[in-house]
């Protein structure tokens, strides 16, 4: 069968559960068992509510996509242990993004999509595409780039920070780019904590777009390359 994917919403509350390989309108999660995502991709027309316990990108998979076009509620969380991707991609409407927690989970803003973090995330990178003509906000929260293998970049639409942190903990030298867009910190910290010890890596590239500090603070641990 097929999930009707314009009104209403499906829900998994039982234990673990597989969730159905198909694209949803509005998708929950709650009860206490681990709900485990297919293998393929799957795109939530309305929102991501995570009511109670864990979404699982499946481990069997790669690089696959939950696509979302409306808000994360609840405080469940989403998971992975392999290399996946969360695209937030609605059509303008402001999107409350929260309860992602995995060093293998990518972040991805595009099309005209707006987002704005009501609860910390930690993530593998936060890339806003060549696309996207949108603003992602942290306003309040903590978003961490947790791996030493992860990376910012900017490539289109604008990244604010108006209060709370943004904490890049990347050793890269050269994966931290800021190419187009505008980082604005109206508030709120910024801190690429490179490698601390040696003081290299932690690097953050200007190729172009703008960099404006308004109130808050910028730290970078190693250069600032324009």
Not at 58 to 81: C, E, P, R, Y
Not at 84 to 111: K, M
Not at 134 to 152: A, K, M, Q, R, S
Request: no cysteine; charged share 15%; aromatic share 6%.
């Amino acid at each position: 069968g097929t999930v009707t994917t314009t009104v209403g919403k499906e829900e998994y509350d039982g234990g673990a559960q597989d969730v159905f390989d198909d694209n949803y309108f509005n998708l929950e999660i709650d009860g206490s068992g681990i709900k485990t995502l297919p293998q393929g991709d799957i795109q939530i027309n309305g929102d991501l509510s995570l009511t109670a316990g864990s979404l699982n990108y499946n481990s069997n998979s790669s690089s696959k996509f939950i696509d979302l076009k409306g808000s994360v509620l609840g405080t469940g969380t989403i998971t992975a242990s392999t290399t996946a991707i969360f695209l937030i991609s609605g059509d303008g409407t402001n999107q409350d993004i929260r309860g992602i927690s995995s060093d293998y989970i990518g972040v991805r803003l595009g099309n005209s999509a707006n987002a704005t973090t009501s609860g910390d995330i930690s993530i593998k990178y936060l890339d806003l595409l060549s696309s996207s003509t949108g603003t992602f906000t942290i306003d309040g929260e903590t978003v961490t780039i947790n791996p030493t293998g992860g990376y910012l970049e900017m490539n289109g639409g604008d990244l604010t920070v108006s209060s709370g942190s943004l904490i890049i903990n990347s050793t890269s030298t050269t994966t931290n780019e800021l190419d187009a867009g505008t980082l604005t910190v109206s508030g709120g910290t910024v801190t690429f904590t490179g490698n601390n010890s040696t003081n290299t890596g932690g690097d953050f590239n200007i190729d172009g777009g703008t960099l404006t500090v308004s109130s808050g603070s910028i730290s970078i641990n190693d250069q600032l390359l324009v």
